[in-house]
């Protein structure tokens, strides 16, 4: 059978795919070997950011081709709504550097991922930039829990 250790590793390193403060706070917890803790909730981070980027733009790709196909012009309608505002304005004030700060910690990395291949379109600078933040976010909670 499986051992006890390894399922808490294992959901670190899922949860930390998908809110990356709940696999930090649970590695923190939980593993007594807080470099252990960091090195796998901080790969489970990086790995849910290669996932959600590529699924992202896949997403978006399956997105457009239903829109075009409704749209008897062949074009996507464009519409101001609420969204694109918000995406707008965060674009002003601080554009992706601020979606990859806040992302892992904050808004979550599913959805600043999908935010992300909608305003960038290389997704591999997302996905470095994703991994540099959420190296950077592990390492500071865990000096932060250390002190």
Known sequence: ML??????????????????LGGLIWAIAFIENDLLGWFVSALG????????????????QKWVQFSTSKNKTG???KRFSKKN??????????GV???????PLI????????ILTTMESNRYRILLLMSISVLLWGTGMYLIAAL
């Open 97 to 103: 550097y601020l979606l990859v700060f806040l992302a």
């Open 75 to 77: 074009a996507p309608a």
């Open 45 to 60: 981070g990086i790995f849910g950011s290669f996932v959600w980027i590529f699924l992202g733009h896949w997403i978006q």
């Open 3 to 20: 051992d006890d250790g390894f399922l808490h590793l294992l959901g670190i390193f899922l949860l930390s795919g998908v809110k990356f």
């Open 107 to 114: 808004i979550s990395i599913p959805v600043g991922c999908l």
């Open 85 to 94: 505002r918000w995406l707008v304005k965060v674009k002003q004030k601080g």
